[in-house]
């Protein structure tokens, strides 16, 4: 995808809610028109079971996101000729697998790592339903929530069980990922990729995809992972599983004071580079004024450079 056309697109949703955009930085939900994607490619995965409602999409902190979706797609992001160095990465966007943060956590960063040469995949992958009607979803969204269970003291760390990294069904959403996979593989002479340098990043539900892909499935060999602000409990790491870097904020509601998922890279002998910033919270993407995690995808592609995964043949 050329990059001014994803430009004209997040522009077009900023123009048409202009009016309402300093009331949407409160969180508020807002309806959205589905915005033109020319470029995504239809992934044939098949539909949702048991889902009545029609992809929609609205807007919060700003950002364009879709729930309710039952077709997965890619869209490609591709550098500009000449500086493509044969790299590629899937991008998960996050949203608890019930929407997607397509513009802070997909469009956005995919057009970052174009930038730097690396051709960027946003995967739109199928979601678990959510009401209808917007007014209920908002309602959803808005119910109290139960505070998860504090992880377990000094004295009983050693008694902490390795737990699976997922508890809904991700079959769906592995399917999607894989499908992208062999996609990108089936394509990587027209897009300019080298095979053996595909990885993938995700961000909150999409970094526990990314590990779900790198713990369970046996049609992906990425060549490395990055979840952004996932879950830091601990997982049993496949033998051949690829070097890791990991991003997460002290405050943000995942972290908790966990090292699971960094401590079991470690014990397993593969690359890990893990980055606790000071502050940030949650989903915010490539980053937020002010906070310390903003820094986190300049650290990131260093990090790619250096382990030589943007050296081009």
Do not use: C
């Amino acid at each position: 995808m050329k990059l001014n056309k994803i430009s004209l697109i997040i522009l077009s949703g900023l123009l048409m809610l202009n009016s309402h955009f300093l009331l949407a930085q409160d969180g508020t939900i807002y309806p959205l028109e589905a915005p033109d994607e020319p470029d995504a490619i239809l992934l044939g995965t098949g539909g949702v079971e048991d889902q009545p409602a029609s992809e929609s999409w609205f807007r919060q902190w700003g950002d364009p996101m879709a729930r309710n979706i039952t077709t997965a797609t890619l869209t490609p992001f591709l550098p500009e000729a000449g500086k493509a160095n044969g790299a590629a990465v899937i991008v998960a966007p996050g949203g608890g697998y019930r929407w997607l943060s397509l513009g802070n956590e997909g469009w956005e960063v995919a057009e970052a790592l174009a930038k730097q040469g690396i051709a960027a995949f946003v995967l739109k992958y199928r979601l678990h339903p959510t009401p209808e009607s917007l007014n209920d979803f908002t309602a959803w969204m808005n119910r109290p929530r139960t505070a998860p269970p504090a992880p377990a003291t000094d004295e009983k760390k050693e008694e902490a069980p390795v737990r699976p990294a997922m508890q809904l069904d991700l079959s769906n959403q592995l399917e999607d990922a894989e499908a992208a996979y062999a996609m990108i593989i089936d394509r990587a002479e027209e897009w300019g990729v080298d095979t053996d340098r595909i990885g993938m990043i995700g961000f909150s539900a999409g970094a526990g995809l990314t590990m779900h892909s790198t713990l369970h499935s046996k049609k992906m060999k990425l060549a490395f992972i990055g979840p952004i602000y996932g879950g830091m409990g601990p997982v049993e790491v496949p033998k051949y599983a690829p070097p890791m870097f990991n991003v997460i904020a002290s405050d943000d509601f995942l972290f908790r004071g966990q090292f699971g998922v960094i401590d079991s890279w470690y014990k397993a002998g593969i690359p890990v580079e893990f980055h606790l910033y000071q502050n940030g919270g949650h989903g915010f993407g490539l980053g937020n004024p002010g906070r310390t995690s903003n820094r986190w995808f300049d650290a990131f592609t260093h990090w790619l450079d250096v382990n030589n995964f943007l050296k081009a043949k």
